[in-house]
């Protein structure tokens, strides 16, 4: 069974960093891609970021492009997402969920064993 769990969120103010993991369980990451996305109060969930089975990554998010860094320990089997220069709209819930094939895809309904979520606040 897969699980993935989401770590790493809190409270950020404008202009800081932080770094997200998801912990994945069930399978390696050098099997199934990764992908974050975000779903901000009132708003649909979008993609931010993927990583591939063979650590290759596409970013999904032209708001956070130049601000996103997403990278892998296949040692401890979980995916980080590292953000800088947060921004108030950058505020949202952040989940990782797995396509179940090698190979990232960009549309959320291909992303299936989706965590619980880690909530991320940018405020002063």
């Known amino acids: 069974q897969f699980q993935l769990v989401e770590s790493g969120g809190g409270l950020v103010q404008p202009g800081g960093s932080l770094r997200l993991s998801c912990a994945v369980s069930g399978f390696t990451l050098n099997t199934y891609a990764i992908g974050w996305f975000r779903q901000a109060p009132g708003k649909e969930r979008e993609g931010v970021s993927c990583?591939?089975?063979?650590?290759?990554?596409?970013h999904l998010a032209r708001s956070l492009e130049g601000r996103l860094t997403i990278s892998r320990d296949t040692a401890k089997n979980t995916v980080y997402l590292q953000m800088d220069n947060l921004k108030p709209e950058d505020t949202a819930i952040y989940y990782c969920?797995?396509?179940?094939?090698?190979?990232?895809?960009?549309?959320?309904?291909?992303?299936?064993?989706w965590g619980q979520g880690t909530h991320v606040t940018v405020s002063s």
């Open positions: 990583i591939n089975g063979g650590g290759g990554y596409t």
């Open positions: 969920a797995t396509t179940g094939v090698n190979w990232c895809r960009t549309k959320i309904e291909d992303f299936r064993s």
